[in-house]
């Protein structure tokens, strides 16, 4: 798409307001993001733990918002990258985004809660800032493991609490109390009302809760390249585990 500086600058801030600071024709979406140049200043501290080379791939972003690490995917070459969110003004900031850097990529409004509806897996899923503003987030990641990754999953959440590992015990008796107020323990906050003014902030886990979760819900963890950054690959699911309603199909 030829678009003149002025044009873009236009059609950015009809768009706006934006929450990934992308440079589209040298315009940038968001340069006051109160966290700086957001979020390639979070991509440049994992970039490297994925494949340069993606030829072959096949990647789904979950929540994809303006559309980032979609773009950075296609960038890589992957052969197909299809890009979910739930919000249609998200998906249409991504839509001018990707036009604009001339990036062929599949959106779809679906939620995370959807991705049956996509009916094939992929060999690398991106869920990036998602986790904490579910509802449901458990069963997002069910669903995740049952219908979507057949490789990595790259997964990311704010966290909050301890930094520290836990290995847990295989049972506690009822009469345990005090593991429960270990800093350490896995925890996942909840916000009643609003955090950093946001609504749909629900959750926040602390390290040792994310890892739980991801195993707890059939992922192996690689790897941590980035404070709230996990590499995981789908492993045996855990009894009592798995989504609990059938997958959406279109």
């Known amino acids: 798409m030829q678009l003149s500086r002025?044009?873009?600058?236009?059609?950015?801030?009809?768009?706006?307001?934006?929450?990934?600071?992308?440079?589209?024709?040298?315009?940038?979406?968001?340069?006051?993001?109160?966290?700086?140049?957001?979020?390639?200043?979070?991509?440049?501290?994992?970039?490297?733990?994925?494949?340069?080379?993606?030829?072959?791939?096949t990647v789904l972003d979950i929540g994809c918002n303006a559309g980032f690490y979609a773009i950075e995917m296609k960038r890589r070459g992957a052969d197909l990258v299809v890009a979910i969110d739930h919000d249609e003004a998200y998906l249409a900031q991504a839509r001018f985004a990707a036009s604009m850097l001339e990036v062929d990529i599949l959106f779809r409004q679906l939620s995370v809660y959807d991705v049956g509806v996509l009916a094939r897996k992929f060999d690398i899923v991106l869920f990036m800032g998602v986790f904490y503003h579910l509802r449901h987030p458990l069963l997002a990641l069910d669903l995740i493991r049952e219908h979507a990754v057949s490789g990595l999953l790259v997964f990311q959440s704010m966290q909050r609490g301890s930094e520290a590992s836990f290995e847990a015990a295989e049972d506690y008796p009822f009469s345990e109390q005090e593991v429960f107020d270990a800093p350490e323990f896995p925890k996942l906050?909840?916000?009643?009302?609003?955090?950093?003014?946001?609504?749909?902030?629900?959750?926040?886990?602390?390290?040792?809760?994310?890892?739980?979760?991801l195993?707890?819900?059939?992922?192996?963890?690689?790897?941590?390249?980035?404070?709230?950054?996990?590499?995981?690959?789908?492993?045996?699911?855990?009894?009592?585990?798995?989504?609990?309603y059938p997958e959406m199909r279109g």
């Not at 749909?200 to 809760?209: F, G, L, Y």
């Not at 195993?215 to 798995?242: D, N, Q, T």
Request: hydrophobic share 35%; glycine share 8%; net charge negative.
């Open 6 to 57: 002025e044009e873009v600058r236009r059609r950015i801030a009809e768009l706006g307001p934006w929450f990934h600071n992308m440079n589209i024709a040298g315009v940038q979406t968001a340069p006051d993001h109160y966290l700086g140049d957001y979020p390639n200043v979070k991509w440049r501290r994992f970039c490297t733990a994925i494949p340069d080379d993606l030829r072959g791939c």
């Open 215 to 244: 195993r707890s819900s059939g992922f192996r963890v690689l790897g941590r390249p980035e404070p709230e950054v996990y590499l995981c690959e789908p492993a045996e699911i855990p009894f009592g585990a798995g989504a609990v």
């Open 189 to 213: 906050h909840f916000i009643e009302h609003r955090y950093a003014e946001d609504p749909t902030n629900w959750w926040v886990p602390n390290r040792a809760c994310v890892e739980a979760l």
